[in-house]
């Protein structure tokens, strides 16, 4: 996996000053980088039995269907408010910065399936949880969320206690 930290740019500054960005889209071109990620997420996940990949927009889109493909799974997207066309169910959160809100079609899950929740980045755990909570009103059952990159620092996994998380890469700082 130190790999693929290789290919992941680092962009200081942005999106503010004192913010260092890791910018994936530089492994995203990588055909061999991008193989080895979805294929590490794939062995990871291979044995759990996963019925969706949940992907959150929209960076979450890039891995999610991949690796549903891989897994045998199907693909549900998690948008920004009135951007799927029939009827939803909505979760709004707070952010370090703000508030959001998102959206699923209620009828992408259905009691009982198993569901993987897929991102690129696990910074303060705000997004994650909240899509868990929409999964589970909506009676589906998350058996794992799965990052490319975690921002450790940030103490994401603390709003995601008592689920599988796993991620491919992780930084200190």
Do not use: C, W
Request: proline share 5%; charged share 25%.
């Amino acid at each position: 996996m130190e790999t693929l930290k290789t290919l992941i740019r680092e962009v200081p500054d942005f999106p503010k000053p004192g913010i260092l960005f890791y910018d994936i889209t530089t492994l995203l071109k990588d055909a061999a980088g991008f193989k080895s990620t979805i294929d590490a997420f794939s062995s990871h996940y291979q044995d759990v039995g996963v019925d969706v990949v949940l992907g959150i927009e929209a960076r979450g889109f890039i891995f999610a269907p991949a690796l549903a493909y891989s897994l045998g799974a199907g693909f549900v997207p998690v948008r920004k408010p009135k951007k799927l066309p029939a009827e939803t169910a909505r979760i709004s959160y707070d952010l370090e910065y703000g508030s959001d809100t998102l959206e699923i079609h209620k009828d992408a899950i259905s009691p009982g399936t198993r569901v993987l929740i897929v991102d690129d980045l696990l910074a303060t755990g705000g997004t994650a949880g909240a899509v868990t909570k929409l999964v589970e009103q909506l009676g589906g059952t998350v058996i794992g969320v799965g990052f490319m990159v975690e921002l450790t620092f940030l103490n994401g996994r603390d709003k995601l206690a008592g689920y599988d998380i796993f991620s491919l890469l992780q930084y200190d700082k």
